[in-house]
């Protein structure tokens, strides 16, 4: 029997039998995976935070000192204290292999757990594999102590493999348990977590470096350990692969979220289409944007902060809510934006392609135009903070945009497609730093840094440009249920050696443009 495609592609429809509610179990899903966000960024940037601390900066002899421009008054510099030097003496170069050792691991498994969570489910992937970043973290300073730099690099380098199921992994989740019409506000509200985690592990690092156990710095590991192993166990516990496979959901709301995704209160995902992907624009379209972002994200939260201590003279390290500021923003404006983007859609003004248009348009052309505003602002630090922070605060478009457009297109293939434009994505944010060292290398000019800024600028907006001409928020045929139908009987007609199979032919689609 054929499967009829209406639901599908007609996610607008108003009456679905939508429970009510505040305590359904696709919202503790939600809440879960946007804890388990929030503890991945932290795992993330602790390091960030720990090898000022870790490092005795006055006992570094590798013949390179900090280069400033004489552009700007030497006023508000914030020099590192002899008190705050470490117990490491490690040259820049080597805290470049232990900073950068974690997402050598995190980049080389996207696209494998991507592919093993379509098949065998996404679930106990993302919570082994964050149980295993939480409980190598306790390993973190016997590994620096005992094995220096490389064998902390080999333990940061594991913590990367084991968050690398995090988001193809909680975006195949996103795509068994969120409708459509929820699809903005719930993904926006579990991808804020990568903010939240950065906020809070920003100024909570610094305090336990300064005021924690064990040297300081060793309880940042411990203490952000023990967090990440409690929810690991919890999330393995208490969340379910899928709306089916859950005990205690309610009948009411197993059916509004299968007939939703599916057309009907089963699911079945078939083998991934990757010759029909790889002609796909809608998919490009993404990748492209998800490439873009990284890129320019990655100049403003790395490169922005060295532009303010060499050219401004102004070290943001020396306040932790100052530098987190900008994350502030994002998440905040992310949470607003997404409640507005899921309004567009139920209220039937907008379609989804539009509204992904939209959002993602806030997302990227916002901190492109700030980029280009900040080359003009000279030495004025508090007109550049500001400008910077609303930048960065409009990139929190993006997850009404195109970071959550996989579930658009393809609601059964989102994980493995999420898994390939992040792995590219997270290739294209390395080259970030790379190209602003060599445009800035021994001469840190604002001349030097409006290269820099112009380039991000200009990847955000054609990469924004790009998903506008290209993008869909319409599931794709290739995502059609009905063909899985038409699919099987060709399957079986080829293997029935007693005769011929008849096809039934699928229902003509309707689709909202």
């Known amino acids: 029997m054929a499967v009829s495609t209406e639901h599908i592609f007609s996610s607008e429809e108003k009456d679905l039998d939508k429970p009510s509610g505040c305590f359904q179990k696709r919202f503790f899903v939600t809440f879960m995976l946007f804890l388990g966000m929030a503890n991945a960024y932290v795992m993330r940037t602790n390091m960030s935070v720990a090898i000022v601390a870790m490092v005795n900066h006055t006992a570094i002899t590798d013949g390179q000192d900090d280069v400033f421009d004489d552009e700007c008054p030497n006023s508000n510099l914030t020099e590192v204290e002899e008190s705050q030097d470490g117990e490491f003496v490690w040259s820049s170069a080597q805290q470049g292999y232990i900073l950068s050792a974690f997402f050598y691991g995190y980049v080389i498994t996207q696209i494998p757990f991507g592919m093993l969570a379509k098949r065998y489910g996404a679930l106990r992937f993302l919570g082994y594999g964050m149980l295993i970043n939480s409980v190598f973290a306790f390993f973190v300073p016997i590994a620096a102590r005992r094995g220096g730099a490389w064998g902390l690099s080999a333990i940061r380098f594991i913590q990367g493999l084991g968050e690398g199921p995090i988001v193809p992994c909680t975006h195949a989740l996103l795509a068994k348990w969120i409708p459509p019409n929820e699809r903005s506000r719930m993904g926006a509200a579990v991808y804020a977590g990568a903010q939240f985690g950065t906020i809070i592990s920003m100024p909570l690092s610094g305090l336990l470096a300064e005021y924690g156990f064990d040297g300081g710095w060793p309880s940042i590991f411990y203490v952000f350990g023990a967090v990440g192993t409690i929810w690991s166990v919890a999330f393995i516990i208490w969340v379910y692969e899928d709306p089916c496979s859950h005990p205690t959901i309610g009948e009411r709301e197993k059916k ?61 390290k020396s306040n932790g809510l100052l530098s987190s500021l900008p994350y502030l923003a994002m998440w905040l404006f992310s949470l607003f934006i997404s409640v507005v983007a899921d309004w567009m859609i139920t209220s039937e003004r907008f379609s989804h392609t539009s509204t992904r248009k939209i959002m993602n348009s806030i997302g990227q052309y916002g901190p492109g135009i700030a980029l280009i505003a900040a080359s003009y602002t000279g030495c004025d630090r508090v007109l550049t903070l500001a400008i910077l922070t609303v930048g960065v605060g409009l990139n929190g478009g993006i997850y009404s945009g195109f970071k959550i457009n996989h579930l658009d297109i393809t609601p059964r293939f989102a994980g493995v497609l999420m898994a390939i434009t992040n792995c590219s994505a997270n290739l294209a944010g390395l080259l970030a730093p790379i ?50 139908h038409i699919n099987d009987n060709h399957e079986a007609q080829r293997h029935n050696s007693s005769g011929p199979v008849t096809i039934v032919p699928a229902s003509p689609k309707k689709t909202k443009q």
Not at 276 to 282: E, Q, W
Not at 456 to 470: E, K, L
């Open 256 to 316: 509004y979220i299968n007939n939703s995704l599916w057309g009907t209160n089963e699911m079945k995902i078939p083998p991934i289409p990757f010759r029909t992907i790889a002609k796909s624009l809608p998919f490009y379209a993404i990748l492209l944007a998800h490439m873009g972002h990284n890129y320019g994200y990655e100049t403003l939260m790395t490169e922005l902060p060295t532009y303010m201590k060499q050219v401004l003279r102004f070290s943001l």
């Open 435 to 484: 190209a602003a060292g060599n445009l800035i290398d021994n001469q840190p000019t604002i001349a030097q840094w409006s290269k820099v800024f112009f380039i991000a600028a200009a990847v955000y907006i054609i990469c924004g440009t790009i998903f506008n001409f290209f993008g869909s928020g319409k599931r794709q045929p290739w995502d059609n249920p009905e063909n899985d």
